[in-house]
T-cell receptor, first 113, second 116 residues
Framework: GESVGLHLPTLSVQEGDNSIINCAYSNSASDYFIWYKQESGKGPQFIIDIRSNMDKRQGQRVTVLLNKTVKHLSLQIAATQPGDSAVYFCAEKGADSNYQLIWGAGTKLIIKP | DTGVSQDPRHKITKRGQNVTFRCDPISEHNRLYWYRQTLGQGPEFLTYFQNEAQLEKSRLLSDRFSAERPKGSFSTLEIQRTEQRDSAMYRC??????????????FGPGTRLTVT
């Protein structure tokens, strides 16, 4: 069935370095992808999204890359800060839906001082 | 605070009891979603409303679960005859109707249910 998953459950990064969080998806018909950040005790918060007709999208300190050939999504965080510590989720939306996001398991990002 | 709010934040109940949770979405949002989330996992879709109409309900959702959004504003999620496996964080999210470039959903703080 459809699934979205993350390669690594935990990622430790030195403060100031760049972080790369990866996500694999299985539904080649998905047309929209989104990254959320969830801090401890809080609900998920939107980071950045990308449509399937794009390969790359940049935000403030974050970049999302989409490789449709291998059905892979990544989130790059530049100059990682302590406030980036959180669990990161990717989610996808199938082309046949106009609302439902399918979520994968999270990756916990740990920032080392 | 104009974000999504949920009440209560925590609920402890005994197995077999009924519980009801409330969600107040962002006021101009006409879409409302209920999710269940367990530790380390992404939110699991439960049901979705567009205005007052419940348009989708997860096949995984037991008949013990019911949700309403009577006036197209706040919503309630009721779990009848709770079981220990119902223990989880129940999150509500809201969004504007699609038509723009984003399907971003805004999440509330959640209601943590513990069934003893």
């Amino acid at each position: 069935g459809e699934s979205v998953g993350l390669h690594l459950p935990t990622l430790s990064v030195q403060e100031g370095d760049n972080s790369i969080i990866n996500c694999a998806y299985s539904n080649s018909a998905s047309d929209y992808f989104i990254w959320y950040k969830q801090e401890s005790g809080k609900g998920p918060q939107f980071i950045i999204d990308i449509r399937s007709n794009m390969d790359k999208r940049q935000g403030q300190r974050v970049t999302v890359l989409l490789n449709k050939t291998v059905k892979h999504l990544s989130l790059q965080i530049a100059a990682t800060q302590p406030g980036d510590s959180a669990v990161y989720f990717c989610a996808e939306k199938g082309a046949d839906s106009n609302y439902q996001l399918i979520w994968g398991a999270g990756t916990k990002l740990i920032i080392k001082p | 605070d104009t974000g999504v709010s949920q009440d209560p934040r925590h609920k402890i109940t005994k197995r077999g009891q009924n519980v009801t949770f409330r969600c107040d979405p962002i006021s101009e949002h006409n879409r409302l979603y209920w999710y269940r989330q367990t530790l380390g996992q992404g939110p699991e879709f439960l049901t979705y409303f567009q205005n007052e109409a419940q348009l989708e309900k997860s096949r995984l959702l037991s008949d013990r679960f019911s949700a309403e959004r009577p006036k197209g504003s706040f919503s309630t999620l009721e779990i009848q005859r709770t079981e220990q496996r119902d223990s989880a964080m129940y999150r509500c999210a809201s969004s504007l109707m699609a038509g723009g470039p984003t399907y971003e959903q805004y999440f509330g703080p959640g209601t943590r249910l513990t069934v003893t």
